[in-house]
């Protein structure tokens, strides 16, 4: 690795190396489907916009699959839990919708990606909405 070479490595400045598998996150076109997928639900659900209809489905999918496969996140949901069941309907209410803001599509793998979409594709199917995959 050329980037080793260059940096100024002593005992005065010690620094850490870590190397870890490169994970790619979700896909464009997997985003790209997501969002026209959410521009069809929202109507029929009821929601106002398409960004309250992914608040609604982070919470209901993505939060899972977080939890799932990233131990700080989890933790983290474990303590906003407990102080949520200490905290006032209002309070609790703010700190749930500011995690579930934080929560991002992002930060899932396209493997999670997939398992995201296909929840939301059973889920839709369920309430009688059908959701097109072509042309995202």
């Given amino acids: 690795m050329h980037v080793i070479r260059h940096m100024d490595i002593s005992a005065?400045?010690?620094v850490q190396l870590k190397v870890s598998a490169w994970k790619?996150?979700?896909?464009?076109d997997q985003n790209r489907l997501y969002w026209k997928w959410?521009?069809?639900m929202a109507p029929d659900l009821g929601y106002a916009s398409t960004a309250d209809l992914h608040d609604a489905l982070k919470l209901k999918?993505?939060?899972?699959l977080l939890i799932e496969s990233d131990e700080n996140y989890a933790a983290g949901v474990v303590a906003?839990?407990?102080s949520l069941a200490r905290a006032e309907d209002?309070?609790?209410?703010?700190?749930?919708r500011f995690v579930v803001r934080l929560?991002?599509?992002s930060a899932l793998s396209v493997k999670q990606m997939t398992q995201y979409l296909e929840a939301?594709?059973?889920f839709a199917s369920e309430m009688g909405i059908t959701l097109t995959v072509n042309d995202a």
């Fill in 12 to 14: 005065e400045s010690p």
């Fill in 80 to 82: 906003l839990k407990a």
């Fill in 61 to 64: 999918f993505c939060v899972p």
């Fill in 103 to 105: 929560t991002s599509t």
């Fill in 38 to 40: 959410l521009s069809i």
């Fill in 120 to 122: 939301i594709e059973v």
């Fill in 24 to 28: 790619r996150n979700r896909s464009v």
């Fill in 90 to 96: 209002e309070e609790a209410l703010t700190l749930r």
